[in-house]
């Protein structure tokens, strides 16, 4: 079978404006930090969640099957902590079809976690392709979980993308998820572990599109488009390679850092430098990631980074704010990534202005991205390159290869905030 990129499947980037604006935006951020500072098994950035929780009609279509439990809820079956499922302030979502004919269902991506499943909205519609495994699913989010049986089904992800015989799991019970069918987990597959009865690993979406040879590298690109709305089709997840259409440049990789806990994430090395001459973060280790909102930095170097900006804390958002005077002067932040910097310029820096409403802060006011980790260096995870920072760079996550890529793209220098 001849190996093909699938490029260009488009999702929607939703803003998650928190009822508590910035302030707890940023709380669950430091949040979900500290319980990766904490090693906690990353299941997900999953903000599409409320107070309420689903028990499914018992007179679902989906046959009842019995099996134990996986895991204790709030803990994977090792014991650990999960990443709480109301930890993220941005999320995505894309289309995907389960069956055959396919039932489309409106699916979170998740580079965090792993499981892929469906239910928490739109029930199952078993059809010719749909195969019971006998096992039970039990995933844990925290404050959210799923639970449910393991089935095999036929899954498209595109037109020229359709899994056979892919697992997932058809929610019984959800708690914590409101407005989606459940999650697509494109993670490493070792975050499956303990979720499914009688079953070591679960092959994610990529490992079998993979393995069944319909693509090329066991890997996928996602590329972000800066807006200034709250919700938007902004974003394009690439399955099995990279869209050279969506970056600019070469892509540098890097492999991921070996220092813990930043290694059990899509974690790697970097040093930070304000201006061409001012190093705020020396060489250390932290994490890219999809489920946190702002640019997150040790204390020490947040207290550098004030010092040159003269950024104070704004007393009703908690985040960092500048004069206008003081953004015409701001400069650049270099971003030391193995052989190359990358320049994350003072546009960058700041909260899109449009959207001050969803911080509930005040219009016209320049508040910053950049904030405290609320950890001092040498934790082992010392930065947090989350959404505001993704928005300007091209990133490859390669499970195959045990690496993370990042490239520019025509946005990477935009003045859209």
Do not use: C
Not at 381 to 407: E, M, P, S
Request: hydrophobic letters at 30%; charged letters at 15%; aromatic letters at 8%.
């Amino acid at each position: 079978m001849s190996h093909i990129v699938i490029r260009g499947v488009p999702f929607a980037t939703r803003l998650r404006a928190a009822q508590g604006g910035a302030r707890e935006l940023l709380s669950r951020d430091r949040a979900r930090a500290q319980q990766f500072l904490a090693g906690n098994s990353p299941h997900g950035p999953l903000p599409f969640t409320d107070e309420h929780s689903r028990d499914h009609d018992k007179s679902t279509t989906v046959p009842s099957t019995t099996a134990s439990s996986t895991g204790a809820e709030g803990a994977g079956a090792d014991g650990t902590s999960s990443i709480d499922v109301t930890d993220s302030g941005v999320t995505y979502t894309m289309q995907v079809g389960v069956g055959s004919p396919a039932t489309p269902y409106t699916l979170l991506i998740d580079t965090g976690s792993s499981n892929t499943w469906i239910g928490a909205g739109k029930s199952y519609k078993p059809t010719s392709t749909s195969h019971r495994t006998g096992n039970s699913v039990h995933v844990s989010y925290g404050s959210g979980t799923m639970s449910g049986k393991e089935y095999t089904d036929t899954v498209t992800l595109g037109p020229h993308s359709v899994i056979k015989n892919q697992s997932i799991g058809v929610a019984s019970t959800t708690r914590g998820f409101h407005g989606v069918d459940g999650i697509l987990g494109v993670g490493p597959v070792d975050l499956t572990q303990g979720t499914v009865s009688n079953t070591r690993d679960v092959p994610t979406v990529t490992d079998n599109l993979y393995a069944q040879g319909t693509i090329s590298s066991n890997s996928i690109g996602v590329f972000y488009e800066p807006s200034s709305s709250a919700n938007v089709s902004n974003g394009e997840i690439t399955f099995g390679g990279t869209d050279h259409t969506k970056y600019t440049g070469e892509i540098n990789y890097v492999p991921i850092t070996t220092t813990s806990p930043a290694s059990k994430y899509w974690g790697i090395d970097q040093s930070i430098s304000y201006g061409t001459g001012n190093t705020i973060l020396r060489t250390t280790a932290g994490i890219v990631d999809t489920g946190t909102t702002l640019l997150l930095l040790a204390t020490e170097a947040i207290k550098a980074y004030q010092e040159a900006t003269g950024a104070i804390e704004d007393q009703t958002t908690g985040l960092l704010t500048i004069t206008p005077e003081q953004y015409k002067n701001l400069k650049s932040l270099y971003f030391n990534i193995g052989s190359v910097t990358y320049e994350f310029t003072p546009n960058a820096q700041i909260w899109p202005r449009a959207l001050n409403s969803t911080l509930g802060g005040n219009k016209g006011q320049i508040y910053l991205i950049v904030s405290d980790l609320g950890s001092s260096f040498g934790t082992g995870l010392d930065f947090i390159n989350g959404f505001g920072w993704l928005q300007r760079f091209y990133t490859v996550y390669d499970t195959g290869n045990k690496r993370l890529g990042v490239a520019t793209t025509a946005f990477t220098h935009a003045n859209t905030n």
